[in-house]
């Protein structure tokens, strides 16, 4: 008997919709560096339950934009709210998001921001720290856009075609073309349904697979260059420096999914992407092939993340961030083995 994509993984908590339902001047929040997932799940959020004004309010301050998702913000045309709206909404819902310090704010704004409202808090990581008043995460759900279609579904809330392109291009992009194990059936029914609901799925393919700027493609190649194998090769790692993101033409906000370049070597189990986005602090972006899990190796780093999609910062250059990650990595890879 098929499944029920709306029944799968835990149940929406009795009191989300409800909240949800009765505020007047919500506000949504992501995570710092927003891709396509999170920034779809943000939009669909904000433009169902939009508030007494009818319109999405959002917080997405300046820079943390890429260029190459930009076409999601420019279809909402949503109000990206001022630090000072912060104060005057009634309820915050925060989306694909594992822990508070990490949600898109601006730095303006401290940890109390949401003191005396509300949060809900929607993810799917299995790091979430269940940081909201209300909180609804699912590890094992491939997207938060999967978790908000299943939201708006069970609200009995209209899928616009807008609303359903932002949401298939969120469950498109976090996994990765429909290709990881954590693409589940309830994942392709969701896609088949926001298609029938009008998903811009020829637009969104060429926007995220073909769609790259000339500094992106200049990136691009600096990485492909700076790829390397170890641990006979298991283990591929790649890096940008600070100096080589700027030549290019990019900051921090375009790296997102440039880790997809090591991952794409055969036969590799680990694949690492150093980027020092900023002088003196480098992100790791990890992934995980054949059942590896790199979600421990990232919390050892002080990150978090998916079992094999993973994440951390690290207050070192590059070169010593790779000193330090490698042998972790290579020792993590033979706990595994034994």
Known sequence: MPM????????????????????RRPLVVG???????????????????????????VSLPEGSLSRRLAFLADWVDAPIVEPSAF???????????????????DRSLDETWSDGRSLINIDHHAS????????????????????????IRVADRPIQPLVASLLYAGIHSDTVGFSLPSTASSALHAAA?????????????ERLCRSQSKPEFDLNRVIYDNTRLV???????????YDEISRAGCTYADIDDQAEIPRSLSGI?????????KPGKTRLNLRGEAGVNVLELS?????????????????????????RVIPMAIEHLARQDD
């Open 269 to 277: 189990r680990v694949a690492i992407l150093f980027t020092e986005g």
């Open 299 to 323: 919390r050892k780093l002080g990150g978090g993340g998916h079992e094999q999609a993973a994440g951390a910062i690290l207050d070192a250059t590059i070169d010593a961030a790779v000193d």
């Open 4 to 23: 029920d994509p709306l029944t799968v993984g835990p149940p929406i908590p009795d009191n989300l919709i409800p909240t949800l339902n009765s505020w």
């Open 87 to 105: 104060a005057g909404a009634d309820g915050f819902v925060a989306v694909d998001t594992a822990k508070k310090p990490r949600c898109n704010i």
């Open 193 to 205: 349904d926001l298609v029938d609901c009008g998903a811009r799925v020829a637009e969104i393919g």
């Open 231 to 241: 641990a006979d090769g298991d283990i591929a790692y790649a890096t940008a420096s």
């Open 31 to 57: 995570h710092v560096r927003p891709d396509a997932d999170c920034l779809g799940a943000m939009f669909a959020v904000a433009l169902t339950w939009p508030g007494d004004d009818g319109k999405a309010s």
């Open 128 to 151: 979430n720290t269940q940081f909201g008043a209300i909180n609804w995460v699912d590890a094992n759900a491939g997207s938060a856009c999967e978790l908000i279609y299943r939201l």
